[in-house]
């Protein structure tokens, strides 16, 4: 393969993310619950940080989401930066961070979510799909809370007691700014 068709494949591979990425948003808010299953590997897995979340394969993927949806109205997601990184020659295997929100209702409560995935990507004979779905949350909340949210560590509402944030005080470059900052 020459250079510029190896380029434009990967350029291809690129677009292939990330319609795959706002199929996941769209089928996701339409309920379109069977287009979901097909966005993942057979061994696929979509997971919360906080560990909540798990499922493993197409069958337990749709298990997991019939449960949120039980507790979960309208919602949109939008998401926003998508960073795409081959791995190897780039014709197999991606990794990802999607950055995004929702506006959703859950439980009755008109709720808002800062959104992180940390993705891993695999090309199949079907296309390009999730292989790995790790959500975590900068904030999820009842809209009333939204105003000062930042200023507490607890600021995940989406459990009946709030927890803290997945990011970005529990990650190790947040961490270690800071402890080098406060050594200088």
Do not use: C
Not at 29 to 45: A, H, K, M, P, Q
Not at 79 to 108: C, N, P, W, Y
Not at 126 to 141: N, T
């Amino acid at each position: 393969m020459s250079d510029l068709e190896s380029r434009i494949a990967r350029l291809e591979a690129e677009s292939q993310i990330r319609q795959l990425i706002a199929h996941y948003s769209f089928d996701i808010d339409d309920r379109i619950i069977e287009s979901v299953r097909n966005l993942f590997t057979e061994d696929g897995i979509i997971r919360s940080k906080d560990g909540v979340m798990f499922a493993q394969g197409p069958d337990a993927i749709i298990d997991q989401y019939h449960g949120r949806f039980d507790v979960l109205g309208p919602g949109h997601h939008f998401m926003h930066d998508v960073q795409i990184d081959f791995v190897g020659d780039g014709s197999k295997e991606a990794t990802g961070r999607v950055s995004g929100h929702a506006e959703l209702q859950r439980k009755g409560k008109m709720m808002v979510a800062a959104i992180r995935y940390d993705d891993k990507y695999r090309n199949t004979a079907d296309g390009w799909k999730f292989a790995e779905r790790v959500i975590q949350f900068l904030y999820y909340v009842p809209i009333s809370e939204y105003p000062d949210i930042l200023l507490k560590a607890n600021r995940n509402y989406a459990y009946e007691t709030p927890g803290p944030a997945d990011f970005p005080e529990r990650l190790p470059s947040w961490i270690e700014y800071h402890k080098q900052r406060e050594n200088a």
